[in-house]
């Protein structure tokens, strides 16, 4: 049962055993697991119910439908920056690029170490891990799906000695359409809206589209149900009907920047609440080649190079619609004409960084307004800054003729020596486009209340019967994409939680 905004006739009032707040890598995980338990399960997702057949081929859709905010969520800083989040049954996976990584071990050292995770290990985690990746199909696909743009940087890499592979995706029968980031077309990405989501439901959930949690209720300070409101998506998302959910246990799974707020207004209070925030500030870096490239035909990200994440660098495939990526290259006038009568011939990748720099996320009233701010610190832009010149250095092994780099004080090489320029050049924070696909660690996972917000469990300190299982418990940067952990971490926290209530 998945209920749309047409389905509604009047307020809502339910009662179930869990009631999960987010349909997206945290809470669609969670609810399928605890339905296949025999639990009654409510999800409750604030975006809207699509399919294939809702989707018109064209960004423009997805933008004003599935992203939030029409993808201008943003972090306040020096510079600010683009946080891509999704708004959809299915959350960000409905809307990401389908990359899957497992955490790294020198991440989990880290979170024993410092945090108290001692449970957190490879031996612990591996059948979790292969029950995610199990469920959502987790695969390598040949480089002709892959794209042109994958097939070029590898040849640079070839080049100049260094490694270039496949990324693993979940999907099925993948045929490159190359719109990864606006909905699949043919439904063969393994988003939860079609892997986890329909599972949950066959096992007796009951998901509400078009729900926005407001509050946590509690009583004697055990959280025993939501309230929120039902919303008209062609309205603005303006409130026309209530929904109250009576439960057992409620689950925040609305992400990283949503969840310490409702946490917060809700009357939660930890130091750690909205504190720590990460993001894996990104950038893409744009080549001009002899050849014709056609970027957006394969898939949108679909190579990696690991021969620098030990400099905290991760180099990834990234390519998305044309009538998006042009608007990032340089040029006004016939300048950028120009560019876009050689579109064809543009290449793309993508350059992360393992992040230090830390953030937070503002307690706000308004249940609709995301307030937060992310200053990155200089070593971070170090970092980048020399991920894109080794980015820049391999496209030109590879043949490129032009290198748009992101960087306003350097937005063009040509040459060797130009990258190397930028390399010694001191380049300021605000000369570079920061964008961000993976905010992780406001509620964060630790052993006890001094460390963290949430137990190993994942049960919200002081709060009974209240869990978070999304991206905010993953307690720092991976230098990964966090698809699969996050998945991960809530399958651990949902049996934990199966283990109290049956």
């Not at 040949?142 to 994958?150: H, N, T």
């Not at 190579?303 to 030990?310: C, K, M, N, T, V």
């Not at 991760?314 to 006004?332: D, K, T």
């Not at 496209?395 to 190397?420: H, N, Q, R």
């Amino acid at each position: 049962m998945i209920l749309r905004f047409q389905d509604y006739r009047g307020d809502v009032r339910e009662e179930c055993d869990v009631c999960v707040i987010g349909s997206g890598a945290g809470g669609a995980v969670a609810a399928k697991e605890l339905a296949e338990k025999g639990l009654s399960v409510v999800v409750l997702e604030e975006g809207g119910y699509y399919t294939p057949d809702d989707w018109n081929g064209k960004p423009m859709f997805s933008l004003t439908r599935m992203w939030r905010d029409g993808g201008l969520t943003g972090s306040m800083g020096n510079p600010p920056v683009s946080i891509t989040l999704g708004k959809c049954v299915g959350g960000t996976t409905a809307i990401n690029s389908a990359t899957c990584f497992r955490t790294p071990e020198s991440v989990l050292a880290k979170w024993r170490e410092e945090l108290g995770l001692i449970h957190l290990t490879n031996e612990y985690l591996d059948p979790l891990f292969k029950r995610v990746e199990k469920e959502i199909h987790v695969t390598t696909l040949p480089w002709e799906v892959l794209g042109a743009c994958a097939r070029i940087v590898r040849r640079g890499c070839e080049r100049l000695g260094l490694n270039c592979r496949p990324l693993r995706h979940n999907v099925k029968r993948c045929r490159g359409a190359g719109t990864c980031q606006f909905g699949c077309p043919d439904g063969r990405k393994q988003s939860t809206d079609v892997s986890y989501i329909p599972k949950a439901v066959a096992a007796g959930a009951r998901v509400y589209a078009n729900c926005r949690a407001e509050r946590i209720l509690f009583k004697g300070g055990t959280a025993v149900g939501v309230r929120g409101s039902i919303v008209d998506p062609e309205r603005d998302d303006r409130k026309v009907y209530t929904i109250e959910v009576r439960s057992r246990v409620v689950v925040a799974a609305c992400g990283t920047l949503l969840t310490p707020q409702l946490l917060r207004r809700s009357g939660v209070r930890s130091p750690h609440i909205g504190r720590h925030l990460q993001v894996h500030p990104a950038g893409r870096v744009c080549a001009l080649m002899k050849e014709k490239v056609e970027g957006w035909k394969g898939v949108s990200q679909g190579a990696y190079i690991d021969d620098f994440h030990g400099q905290g660098i991760a180099l990834e495939g990234i390519f998305i619609h044309p009538s998006i990526l042009l608007s990032a290259l340089p040029g006004v006038g016939w300048e950028h004409k120009e560019i876009a009568v050689l579109f064809p011939h543009i290449a793309a990748f993508g350059v992360m960084v393992h992040d230090s720099s830390e953030g937070r996320v503002y307690p706000w009233m308004p249940s609709r307004l995301i307030l937060s701010s992310y200053m990155i610190r200089k070593t971070d832009i170090e970092i980048f800054k020399r991920g894109i010149a080794f980015m820049s250095l391999i496209f030109m092994a590879a043949g490129a003729v032009k290198i748009y780099t992101g960087i306003s004080s350097f937005p063009v090489l040509e040459t060797p020596e130009d990258a190397d320029r930028l390399l010694s050049a001191d380049v300021k924070p605000n000369h570079f486009e920061i964008l961000a696909f993976h905010p992780l660690g406001t509620c964060r996972m630790a052993a006890n209340p001094r460390l963290g917000a949430v137990s190993p469990r994942g049960q919200v300190f002081g709060c009974r019967g209240l869990y978070v299982a999304d991206g905010s418990v993953v307690p720092t940067s991976l230098g990964v994409n966090p698809q699969v952990t996050i998945m991960t971490l809530a399958t651990h926290i949902a049996e934990g939680i199966a283990l109290t209530l049956t």
